[in-house]
């Protein structure tokens, strides 16, 4: 069989009930050990009300219970519902799987759904409706909601927050010309100043723009797989950005990116913020098909060469990103004093210049997810990473168990998730049993208790003789999350769990200043700051308060 081949396992006849003003879509699913989430994403498929939809699921080499439910579903539904597998039943990678799907597909309008990703029930006739009303454009596309709320705690649903995806301010509709959105693209990630390359999940594409692009990069197995393909897709085709939410990006709670990146990540293959490899290679390749596409757009060839400059010239692109950072932060006037030598000691009263602070409302409200990574996270890792040692033995983690595998150096004997509703509940001492932890790791869950005395004593109550609390809490926050009672000082936090720990050690520790408070409320992130942000602590201005408490 050619490259990318596979078998159908469930096939049926199309009950299509297509006409001019509809058109059969063809929705694409690929999974791999997905077993937890699939079933909700195809749920999401059947429940559009959009109903001439066809259904194409690709198993990229489960071996979890995936298979068997992706099965279930083709033979429940056998008109619209096909499965399809490789044909030695590898795992291929995305992009294989993702063309073996799509080449399959007999629909006008071609869609994508990562199998951990839900659609909302709108997506395909709002985006059909677009598609009709625009016949010149061939993609549509918009903002996803970063979902951390699908585990359902309150903490995790106060995160979830809506993409960029290019619009331009003020309206419900943007509409690019070829290459104008790619262009805008490679800048934004270059600067890593916003994020809105299209998620797969919210495209809705016409056939002819896939098959005049070739598919998807089959050599792009995960990394930028997707990104690739949307650059070969955005050289040629007109894409429509609308201010509708039509998919949920399913993340981790203490992830800003997917999984597939989340490992890279660990496995030191990508950086958020710094260059990769990986990223290398995909901007050659789009320096490929822009030379192949014949493009000679100013715009694309500047933006394109400016990424490509963190490789080919790194101290010069580190230089033009540290000036350009901070051009508009400074003021005219400051800058002629500092060309002068001039220097001051303060700004005089009725002279401060505001510059992009000048506003009522935040400059992002995303808290910071979207431009690189959270300040409260990068702290709490700082904080995290200063005990790694004492993370060992049977650990406990309030919500998740993510925080504690990760900065582990210690052996892990387990790992136990408590629930934030028995944590927080009125009976907590009577509800979590018997001390048996060696670690207790605890974020935020603090500022959510009704009385974050008992709720320190029930900490204490779950430790061992010896065993240690590392907590971490808010100071200054960007705003105050659903359910969210309490804001910390280094002095409140040391109270509260030095009476809870009356024989024990308490070290209460905070990370900020007044650039990293500044930058938390107007929901700035990672790549917003250079590292004099994160090298300077001054404790008067606490944007996290960390507490290690153990007891004797």
Not at 148 to 157: A, E, K
Not at 340 to 348: D, E, S, T
């Amino acid at each position: 069989m050619p490259e990318g081949a596979g078998s159908v396992v469930q096939a049926g006849p199309i009950t299509s009930q297509s006409t001019a003003e509809t058109g059969l879509v063809s929705c694409v699913i690929i999974f791999l050990n997905a077993e937890r989430y699939l079933a909700e994403a195809i749920e999401s498929v059947i429940a559009q009300t959009y109903r001439d939809w066809e259904l194409l699921l690709v198993d990229d080499g489960s071996t979890d219970g995936g298979a068997e439910i992706a099965r279930a579903y083709a033979a429940a539904v056998p008109g619209r519902i096909r499965l399809f597998r490789h044909a030695d039943g590898a795992n291929r990678g995305k992009s294989v799987s993702r063309n073996l799907g799509l080449r399959a597909a007999r629909g006008e309008f071609l869609a994508m759904l990562d199998a951990d990703d839900v659609w909302l029930p709108a997506k395909l006739e709002e985006q059909v409706a677009l598609m009709r009303a625009h016949p010149d454009v061939g993609i549509v596309t918009s903002p996803v909601l970063y979902w951390y709320g699908w585990t359902g705690r309150p903490l995790d649903r106060a995160r979830d927050v809506v993409s960029q995806a290019g619009l331009r301010p003020g309206s419900a509709i943007t509409v690019y010309e070829p290459p104008d959105l790619i262009a805008r693209i490679l800048l934004a990630d270059a600067w890593r100043s916003e994020t809105i390359c299209p998620y797969p999940s919210c495209l809705l594409l016409r056939r002819e723009v896939f098959e005049a692009c070739g598919g998807f990069d089959e050599d792009f197995r995960d990394l930028y797989d997707d990104v690739v393909f949307f650059a070969k897709a955005l050289l040629q085709a007109r894409a429509l950005v609308s201010n509708r939410v039509w998919a949920r990006y399913r993340l981790h709670p203490d992830a800003d990116v997917s999984t597939s990146y989340e490992r890279a990540i660990a496995a030191g293959e990508w950086d958020p913020h710094e260059g990769s490899p990986a990223e290398r290679a995909f901007l050659d390749r789009v320096a490929q098909h822009v030379a192949a596409s014949g493009v000679r757009r100013r715009r694309l060839q500047y933006a394109l060469a400016f990424a490509r400059l963190r490789y080919q010239a790194p101290r010069l692109f580190q230089a033009l990103r540290w000036v350009g950072a901070r051009k508009r932060a400074l003021a005219k006037s400051v800058r002629a004093r500092i060309r002068r030598g001039r220097g001051f000691a303060g700004v005089h009263p009725g002279r401060v210049r505001w510059g992009d602070f000048d506003r009522l409302q935040p400059i992002d409200d995303r808290q910071g997810f979207s431009r690189g990574l959270a300040i409260r996270d990068r702290l709490i890792a700082e904080f995290l990473r200063r005990h790694a040692t004492c993370i060992r033995g049977r650990v406990a983690e309030i919500g998740d168990d993510v925080l504690a595998r990760r900065h582990a150096l210690g052996d892990l004997d387990d790992v136990e998730i408590l629930s934030h509703e028995a944590v927080l509940a009125e009976a907590d001492r009577k509800l979590l049993g018997e001390p048996h932890c060696d670690c207790l790791i605890v974020v935020d869950a603090a500022a959510y208790a009704k009385d974050p005395r008992r709720f320190a004593e029930a900490v204490h109550a779950q430790l061992k003789p010896g065993g240690i609390a590392l907590a971490a809490l808010p100071g200054c926050s960007a705003r105050e999350a659903p359910g969210q009672r309490w804001s910390f000082t280094a002095e409140s936090a040391r109270e509260i769990f030095a009476q809870a720990f009356p024989d024990g050690e308490v070290e209460v520790h905070t990370y900020g200043n007044v650039r990293l408070a500044l930058a938390s409320l107007h929901g700035l992130g990672g790549a917003d700051l250079d590292a004099n942000a994160w090298a300077h602590n001054d404790p008067a201005y606490p944007v996290l308060i960390t507490v290690a408490a153990r007891r004797r």
